[in-house]
């Protein structure tokens, strides 16, 4: 076999593995959408044991942003252990602006759900911390995607890439 049909065969046999890894990375991530995470199974519980009520509900939702909140910032450890020293830093800034981004929108929050809260009326609070724990999930999930996919970018320990 000539130079060029070994260089054909080698490109084609490393297409396959690298398609099939992000075949992979992609499947693993609708399966982990289809499962649904501890903190939802505990919020939902939470919820129908509420029985309905508003202010304990809301207290619910305040409790599932504290785990979700804790659940971030432990998977932001880890991945950052991960990272090499030039993707720490873009994670660091892009964490630092999502913060910005998360502080502005509780902000607008309080003032569209709180401050226009009729007088014993629970579900606007419920609602709004709702939105606030929903905010901090969503980060939180593709946090760990990033975790996740760079198991496939760098080996354990490496982070010299």
């Known amino acids: 076999?000539?130079?060029?049909?070994?260089?054909?065969?080698?490109?084609?046999?490393l297409f396959i593995l690298i398609t099939s890894q992000?075949?992979?990375?992609?499947?693993?991530?609708?399966?982990?959408?289809?499962?649904?995470?501890?903190?939802?199974?505990?919020y939902e519980k939470c919820l129908a044991n509420s029985e309905g009520g508003s202010?304990?509900?809301?207290?619910?939702?305040?409790?599932?942003?504290?785990?979700?909140?804790?659940?971030?910032?432990?998977?932001?450890k880890e991945l950052m252990k991960r990272l090499?020293?030039?993707?720490?830093?873009?994670?660091?800034?892009?964490?630092?602006?999502?913060?910005?981004?998360?502080?502005?929108?509780?902000?607008?929050?309080?003032?569209?759900?709180?401050?226009?809260?009729?007088?014993g009326f629970g579900d606007f609070l419920l609602w709004m911390e709702d939105a606030r724990m929903e905010i901090v999930k969503q980060r939180t999930l593709q946090l760990d995607r990033y975790l996740y996919h760079s198991e496939f970018l760098l080996p354990e320990g490496d982070t010299k890439k």
Not at 1 to 13: H, P, S
Not at 22 to 40: F, Q, R, S, T
């Open 22 to 42: 992000v075949v992979l990375a992609i499947n693993k991530g609708k399966e982990a959408k289809e499962e649904k995470h501890p903190i939802d199974v505990w």
């Open 55 to 76: 202010f304990e509900m809301k207290d619910c939702a305040v409790k599932a942003h504290a785990m979700w909140d804790k659940e971030m910032n432990k998977i932001y």
């Open 1 to 13: 076999m000539n130079k060029l049909g070994k260089k054909v065969i080698t490109k084609g046999i």
């Open 84 to 119: 090499p020293p030039k993707q720490k830093e873009a994670l660091k800034e892009s964490q630092k602006q999502w913060l910005k981004f998360r502080d502005a929108e509780f902000d607008f929050l309080v003032k569209y759900y709180y401050e226009t809260n009729p007088p």
